[in-house]
């Protein structure tokens, strides 16, 4: 019995490695960033789409990242978004100074690896401009993110494949991002309404560089004095690199938060 079962093991291993077998290609990660309000109506079919991009993870074999950006200029309208960033209205607004035109600037929208944009509840469509970005040059980084204190995550990036990026300056850019967030809308166009989110950018670090090459230094970025209620088990790091001036996203990759090293 014994030796039969050694045999099929044997066996099983010689198929796996069989000449001729291709090995299955790593999935081509591609950014989804979503810009959403809670004081938008029309934003919560849209949240649902990122959540479940989110945690389908993957679509058509292409590894999806998503980024929810609330943008702040929905807080006078009569609800604050208590995720509003920032960070996030001034990315909006740089695509649309640059890439998409000024008068195209809206919730919920999406923007596909920096390049392609679509009302953000498109699930359909927002399907076909991930696998059409994913067929597109990019090149390959990893990212790290260690913890030894309680408010501070710090990530590591490295180049480990370079494409031809034209020559362009460059932006490494780390966002934190939370999953699992819930709120009560008291006032505004979702009064009364429960909301739920993931992929909630809390913090964005930005870092300038020339180039990026696979044999050069790994870029290093801080998150600092990070709130209590932050749920450590639903934090991950996204580390993407971006065109200064096409604004494309010419790689990205992400990690989930450690646990605190003692």
């Given at each position: 019995?014994?030796?039969?079962l050694m045999m099929a093991v044997a066996l099983t291993a010689l198929a796996g490695s069989a000449p001729g077998r291709a090995p299955v290609p790593p999935r081509v990660p591609v950014v989804v960033e979503l810009f959403t309000s809670e004081g938008c109506s029309s934003c919560p079919p849209a949240d649902a789409v990122l959540s479940k991009l989110a945690q389908e993870g993957a679509v058509a074999g292409v590894q999806v990242i998503p980024l929810g950006l609330h943008v702040t200029y929905w807080d006078q309208l009569g609800w604050k978004d208590p995720?509003?960033?920032?960070e996030a209205t001034d990315r909006q607004q740089g695509y649309g100074r640059s890439e998409f035109g000024v008068d195209?600037?809206?919730t919920p929208q999406a923007v596909v690896d920096g390049r392609t944009q679509l009302v953000g509840s498109d699930e359909a469509g927002l399907r076909r401009a991930i696998a059409k970005a994913a067929v597109e040059p990019h090149a390959t980084i990893t990212v790290d993110a260690s913890a030894n204190t309680p408010d501070r995550i710090v990530a590591t990036v490295t180049v480990t494949k370079t494409?031809?990026?034209?020559?362009?300056?460059l932006h490494v850019l780390c966002f934190l991002t939370e999953d699992g967030l819930t709120s009560v809308v008291k006032r505004g166009e979702n009064g009364g309404r429960t909301l739920h989110h993931d992929a909630v950018v809390r913090r964005v670090v930005s870092r300038a560089e020339k180039q990026i090459a696979a044999e050069g230094p790994p870029v290093t970025a801080e998150f600092a004095k990070l709130?209590?209620?932050w749920r450590r088990d639903r934090l991950h790091v996204v580390a993407l690199v971006q065109g200064d001036r096409s604004h494309?996203?010419?790689a990205a990759a992400t990690t989930a938060v450690p646990e605190i090293r003692h």
């Open positions: 019995m014994y030796g039969r995720a509003s960033l920032p195209n600037v809206y494409a031809d990026t034209g020559g362009e300056s709130p209590s209620d494309r996203v010419w």
